[in-house]
């Protein structure tokens, strides 16, 4: 599975993509637009949605390679809605849960009901935010780890 932070596999992400139908200009122009829309509420729900979104993720062929990345997303996303991480911007946040709502969006750029295809739009979205949004992700990473690794002794 594939973590972001090696921009020569964000790259070839990007090009597959761009061959079937989407640019990454395009894919960042629908991630701003998704993202300009979420509120704290839309978090909490997209939290109440993570079954579901990872089915998405773990059964589309096309979205697969990004399991690890989603599967932290949720775990940001629902430590922000506990208020126990709240250290990630929330342009970071908004970028995404708006990429996750890109998903289940079915008439997108590419609609989903289209073989094989349509969600090569949703792979294009999701890798554009995760390239953007990659430093604050690694932050938050190594935060949980942290955590992990710290017994309390109390």
Not at 58 to 72: A, P, Q, R, S
């Amino acid at each position: 599975m594939m973590r972001l932070g090696n921009d020569d596999e964000s790259e070839d992400i990007m090009a597959e993509e761009h061959k079937t139908g989407i640019s990454e200009e395009e894919a960042a122009e629908e991630a701003k637009k998704y993202s300009r829309k979420v509120s704290e509420d839309d978090v909490a729900d997209m939290v109440g949605k993570e079954d579901k979104m990872k089915g998405f993720f773990k059964n589309v062929e096309v979205l697969k390679k990004y399991w690890d990345d989603v599967c932290d997303i949720f775990e940001l996303l629902r430590d922000r809605v506990t208020g126990r991480y709240t250290e990630t911007p929330w342009s970071t946040i908004a970028a995404l849960t708006g990429a996750l709502l890109y998903v289940l969006t079915p008439l997108d750029v590419i609609p989903d009901f289209i073989p094989i295809a349509g969600f090569i739009d949703d792979a294009a979205v999701i890798a554009v935010v995760l390239k953007l949004s990659g430093g604050d992700l690694a932050r938050y990473r190594a935060w949980r780890k942290e955590q992990e690794n710290t017994v309390d002794v109390g």
